[in-house]
């Protein structure tokens, strides 16, 4: 005798994500309002983690944060915590178990906060390790990388590395509250800075034609990192991946298609060949430049359109060749993103600006010659 019961869950999920200057300035509300967006009358308890890197270059930060919270009535279980910054943090899995460790021993229950105050993979790291305790604390992000505060750092993702594998081993756990405070952005190296700009070109491509005309009219505004393009650059990518997540039926990638995964299959191999001396910006950018040369040769974009992108992206500063690139073993990076996705391969590929178009079949021989123009070019 069989029986059965189907059950469905629809489980709604809420995060503002807030755009300001000098989030821990005492006269800043954006950071309390984002805690107590839910009014739930409790006393806030926080451990606020900073990334070396951030805690190197603004040393007056773990203060300004500590008497933040004493000025909005923040209780911090301890003093700031400055976690390892850098794919370091994401390669460390006993450094995410102190996290979990340290977190139990404060006591932090599922109504506690963790504020991480760092790059993508710090929030990576301890966002995962958050996400464990207790099945998931409220994790508040404040990224300070563009690439973190216009793309990984608004998603609802987290990972480490684990067994060789890039992000191999997390958890989807959507943040309570984003944060993105330009200021961060002025104090990081050439490298970092165009981190974001590389997401900014990926999404543009194969979602907004506008904002991919944007991007090359203001590229070497961007290179030459002024202000104003790269606010809107940040709050515009942002807003076309939160927009993404909420309307693209799939938010926790359930099913095989990954379209702002678009440059990544080789970008995470490159990462890796190159022992993560190659950012995960710059990886994406020839990324990008060697799916929209194979997309020429298979006549989805014309030569024109792979001329604005390659052209654009040299004008960003992107170095668009490195000696990784002619290892057998990149082509391997397709069957890694094939074994992440499910065991079903599915690219995504540019079909004209602005749009997108989903392969699973991918010709070695075709990406092959699309390396060979690429070195060509260089």
């Not at 008497?67 to 400055?82: F, Q, S």
């Not at 993103?337 to 699973?360: D, M, N």
Request: net charge negative; charged share 20%.
């Amino acid at each position: 005798m069989t029986s059965r019961i189907d059950q469905q869950l629809t489980v709604p999920f809420q995060y503002p994500v807030i755009f300001t200057d000098h989030v821990f300035s005492a006269d800043n509300a954006a950071l309390h309002s984002a805690m107590d967006r839910l009014g739930d009358g409790r006393g806030a308890r926080a451990l606020v983690c900073i990334d070396a890197g951030v805690a190197g270059a603004a040393p007056g930060l773990s203060n300004a944060a500590r008497e933040w919270c004493g000025a909005w009535d923040i209780e911090l279980v301890a003093g700031p915590r400055v976690v390892t910054g850098g794919e370091a943090a994401k390669n460390d899995w006993k450094g995410t178990q102190e996290l979990v460790r340290e977190m139990l021993e404060l006591r932090m229950d599922r109504h506690a906060f963790v504020i991480v105050v760092g790059g993508g993979a710090a929030q990576d790291a301890v966002g995962f390790a958050a996400s464990l305790v207790h099945r998931g604390l409220r994790v508040v992000r404040i990224p300070t990388t563009s690439l973190a505060q216009c793309d990984g750092g608004v998603g609802v993702k987290n990972a480490i590395n684990f067994a060789g594998g890039k992000n191999a081993i997390g958890t989807f756990s959507p943040p309570f509250a984003v944060l993105n405070d330009f200021q961060f952005l002025l104090t990081l190296r050439d490298q970092d800075w165009r981190g974001g700009i590389a997401e900014a070109f990926k999404v543009a491509i194969i979602r907004d034609r506008a904002f991919f005309d944007f991007l090359c009219e203001n590229a070497r505004g961007l290179r030459e990192r002024r202000e104003g393009p790269m606010r809107h650059l940040v709050q515009r990518c942002a807003e076309l991946h939160l927009d993404h997540i909420q309307t693209g039926g799939d938010p926790f990638e359930m099913g095989r298609a990954r379209p702002l995964d678009f440059g990544h299959w080789s970008a995470h191999k490159l990462e890796i060949l190159s022992g993560f001396r190659i950012s995960h910006g710059d990886a994406v950018a020839v990324g990008i430049a060697l799916d929209s040369a194979y997309a020429v040769s298979a006549g989805w974009i014309g030569e024109g359109e792979f001329g604005r992108i390659y052209g654009a992206l040299s004008e960003c500063g992107f170095p668009l060749w490195h000696g990784e690139m002619e290892s057998a073993a990149l082509l391997d990076g397709l069957r890694d993103f094939q074994e992440h996705l499910g065991g079903e391969l599915c690219v995504t590929f540019p079909h004209g600006l602005g749009a997108g178009r989903e392969e699973s079949q991918v010709s070695a021989d075709m990406i092959r010659g699309s390396l060979e123009r690429l070195k060509q070019l260089s």
